[in-house]
């Protein structure tokens, strides 16, 4: 949308969150397998040659070179590339690249490294909004481990031969497709595990929002709350036969503002407009003792439930309603006026 609510920046920026943290939990993955490459190759130096080592361990390297390049990429751009869909699937696509290689160069079928795409499902379920994108990099890292491990039953790609995993399992059909049938398997529970975690966290944390009794930046009562109450005030004044108002305020050229003067000018004048407005709802300012209640709308609207008025001997009426909207307007016009 041209102006975004204050519900899509705040979503918008929790998506940057999630992406930001993913980055450094990939410099984590890094730095263990660092440590774990030095430590194998000590271990398989006790078994074959220094330059075979250096042969088989090349590749492998570079890979792991490239994933810290674009990591750090991300690194630095993620808060201006984190909500942009096609770089959020990209870095996945290169983490099970990047995987593909260290399962092919570590002996294909004999590999235990294709246990890291399960990894790579769950940033993907963590920081891409739909179920359907995980399980599309489940199937993307499932048809890269397929074309890795038939290829080589095939005779299509050379076997690459590592200590202590001698035996000829990769020509062997019933082998190949047992454990490509298990893979399979713990990738697509991952897939499912994930979507289905995330996705109930998610919701549960999308209906605390919605529950929420006050508006953070402003301090007037939530949008939800508002729906709430209104509810109930509309079945008070059905019973007591009474009429109920509700007052809209909208502020024009909100966006134009902001973009001129930046968001942190536009948060301080939401906050000054909410404050005339429940000074002006609520005289006395004891907002506990009134029905009435002003609630943040939206970006930059707001609502007002006017249900009473202890300075009106009975219920308001339209004509008092009209007069509270023009004292709203009138305070919020003194407002700008003093801040200027």
């Not at 000590?42 to 075979?52: G, N, P």
């Not at 979507?195 to 939800?224: I, N, Q």
């Not at 609630?295 to 249900?307: P, Q």
């Amino acid at each position: 949308r041209e102006q975004p609510t204050r519900f899509d920046i705040e979503a918008l920026q929790a998506n940057i969150r999630r992406v930001g943290l993913v980055v450094r939990v990939r410099w984590i993955l890094i730095g263990v397998l660092v440590v774990y490459s030095l430590l194998a190759a000590s271990a398989y130096m006790t078994r074959m040659d220094v330059s075979e080592l250096v042969r088989l361990m090349t590749i492998p390297a570079v890979s792991l070179g490239f994933v810290v390049l674009y990591n750090t990429f991300y690194a630095v751009n993620y808060r201006r590339l984190g909500n942009i869909a096609v770089w959020n699937n990209l870095q996945l696509a290169l983490d099970a690249v990047v995987v593909s290689v260290l399962v092919y160069f570590s002996g294909g079928v004999n590999s235990w490294f294709w246990s890291m795409y399960a990894l790579f499902i769950l940033e993907a379920a963590f920081i891409l909004p739909h179920p359907r994108s995980a399980w599309l990099h489940a199937a993307f890292s499932v048809g890269l481990l397929g074309a890795i491990e038939w290829s080589e039953y095939l005779g299509w790609l050379a076997h690459v031969s590592i200590p202590f995993a001698n035996a000829r399992v990769h020509d062997d059909f019933v082998f190949v497709s047992v454990r490509y049938l298990w893979q399979v398997a713990v990738l697509a529970g991952t897939a499912g595990v994930a979507t289905r975690l995330v996705g109930e966290f998610r919701r549960e944390l999308g209906s605390r929002r919605s529950m929420a009794l006050l508006d953070e930046l402003t301090g007037l009562y939530s949008r939800s709350y508002f729906h709430r109450a209104l509810a109930s005030e509309i079945k008070r004044a059905e019973r007591d036969r009474r009429e109920l108002h509700v007052l809209l305020i909208d502020i024009d050229r909100f966006g134009e503002f902001n973009r001129r003067f930046g968001f942190d000018s536009g948060d301080r004048m939401l906050v000054a407009v909410a404050q005339a407005i429940a000074a002006t709802i609520t005289p006395t300012g004891d907002e506990v003792a009134t029905t009435n209640l002003a609630c943040r709308f939206g970006g930059e609207e707001f609502a007002v439930l006017y249900a009473e008025d202890e300075r009106l001997e009975g219920a308001p009426l339209a004509a008092d309603a009209k007069g509270l909207a023009e004292q709203v307007c009138a305070a919020v016009a003194a407002m700008v006026l003093d801040d200027a």
